[in-house]
Nanobody
Framework: QVQLVESGGGLVQAGNSLRPSCAAS????????MAWFRQAPGKDREFVAA????????VYAASAKGRFTISRDNAKNMVFLQMNSLKPEDTAVYCC????????????????WGQGTQVTVSS
């Protein structure tokens, strides 16, 4: 089992930044690919970004590329999502997820999920 707890969401104005974080516990963190997904009211869960177990590779959704950066600190069992130039359409609950050994981009491929942190961007 892997337990994931997100924090660092909040309410910001458009153009500003936030850096949600995700704390992991339970298994060897460096064995897991990690990702951030988001879900806005009335919409499906959407992939945002993923990072490989040792952080050597990352992948981003088109909506996140150039504005968001995913990173991880395996010594602290943490994964982060630096979000810059936020837009009102980025408003959603942001969840981190873990999957063994690889980096993937679809929700069904992830075994463990956090509860999420709310990000609200006002115009």
């Amino acid at each position: 089992q892997v337990q994931l707890v997100e924090s660092g969401g909040g309410l910001v104005q458009a153009g500003n930044s936030l850096r949600p974080s995700c704390a992991a516990s339970g298994r060897t963190f460096s064995n897991y690919g990690m990702a951030w997904f988001r879900q806005a009211p009335g919409k499906d869960r959407e992939f945002v970004a993923a990072i490989s177990p040792y952080g050597r590779s990352t992948v981003y959704a088109a909506s996140a590329k150039g504005r968001f950066t995913i990173s991880r600190d395996n010594a602290k069992n943490m994964v982060f999502l630096q979000m810059n130039s936020l837009k009102p359409e980025d408003t959603a609950v942001y969840c981190c997820a873990a999957t063994p050994y690889r980096m993937k981009s679809t929700p069904s491929e992830y075994d463990y999920w956090g509860q999420g942190t709310q990000v609200t961007v006002s115009s």
